[in-house]
C-alpha cells in the first residue's frame, strides 16, 4: 500500500461545475496535510494546509480532513480553465522523526474544459 | 519578500561527472528540504537541513549529500552521476519553527547524458 494515494485521473469537468480531489494516507501518525498545484514545466505552489478535522475554506478552495477515516480531500468551486493543472497531497508523518520531510501522492491531473 | 532561489535553473552533465546545486530560502527561514521530481517516481525527500545539520535523510545513496551555510543557503551535491539521476530538483524553504508548511523553489532541471 502506497503512503499516500489519490483518486486516479485524469479528472475532467466542465468551467464552472465542482472539482473533487481525493487523498489517502496510511500514517495514523500524520499531522499536517498540504495540497499543492503544479502547472506543467513548474514547480509546486502551495493552495492549502489543514491540521484539524473538519473543512477549511480559502476562497473557492475547500480542504476537508478526517483523521479517522486516513482521508483528506479538496474542492474547487465554480472551477476555472486556469485551474487545469497537476494537483498534490502531501503528509508529513508523525512528529520526531519527520523533520522537513513530506510524503507525496502521485498527483491528479485536473482539466477544466471551456 | 523574496522568495525561494535555486540556480542553476538548468543543467546538462554526462555520466560519471559530479553536480552542486544551490538553493537560497526565503529571507528568515532556517530549515531547507530537498526533492527529486521524476515522471516514475513523483516527489521524493532526499534531506532536510536545519541551522546547518541534517536532521533527516531519505532512501537515496551517499552519491547524494548536501549541506546548509549559517546564512541558510544550501546546496546539494550528487557525485558519479548516472543517466536516472536525470530529474527536476525541487528546494523547499521552511521557516523551522512552529511551521512545518513548506515553499518551493522552481527547481532545477538535471538532464545526464
Known amino acids: 500500500q502506497k503512503e499516500v494515494e489519490q483518486n486516479s485521473g485524469p479528472l475532467s469537468v466542465p468551467e464552472g461545475a465542482i472539482a473533487s480531489l481525493n487523498c489517502t494516507y496510511s500514517d495514523r501518525g500524520s499531522q499536517s496535510f498540504f495540497w499543492y498545484r503544479q502547472y506543467s514545466g513548474k514547480s509546486p505552489e502551495l493552495i492549502m494546509f489543514i491540521y484539524s478535522n473538519g473543512d477549511k475554506e480559502d476562497g473557492r478552495f475547500t480542504a476537508q480532513l478526517n483523521k479517522a477515516s486516513q482521508y483528506v480531500s479538496l474542492l474547487i468551486r465554480d472551477s476555472q480553465p486556469s485551474d487545469s493543472a497537476t494537483y498534490l497531497c502531501?503528509?508529513?508523518?508523525?512528529?520526531?522523526?519527520?523533520?522537513?520531510?513530506?510524503?507525496f501522492g502521485q498527483g491528479t491531473i485536473l482539466t477544466v474544459h471551456p | 519578500k523574496a522568495g525561494v532561489t535555486q540556480t542553476p535553473r538548468y543543467l546538462i552533465k554526462t555520466r560519471g561527472q559530479q553536480v552542486t546545486l544551490s538553493c537560497s530560502p526565503i529571507?528568515?527561514?532556517?530549515?531547507v528540504s530537498w526533492y527529486q521530481q521524476t515522471p516514475g517516481q513523483g516527489l521524493q525527500f532526499l534531506f532536510e537541513?536545519?541551522?546547518?545539520?541534517?536532521?533527516n535523510k531519505g532512501n537515496f545513496p551517499g552519491r547524494f549529500s548536501g549541506r546548509q551555510f549559517s546564512n541558510s543557503r544550501s546546496e546539494m551535491n550528487v557525485s558519479t552521476l548516472e543517466l536516472g539521476d536525470s530529474a527536476l530538483y525541487l528546494c523547499a524553504s521552511i521557516l523551522g519553527t512552529g511551521s512545518d508548511t513548506q515553499y518551493f523553489g522552481p527547481g532545477t532541471r538535471l538532464t545526464v547524458l
Open positions: 529571507s528568515g527561514h532556517r530549515s
Open positions: 502531501a503528509v508529513t508523518g508523525a512528529g520526531g522523526t519527520s523533520y522537513g520531510k513530506l510524503t
Open positions: 537541513y536545519f541551522s546547518e545539520t541534517q536532521r
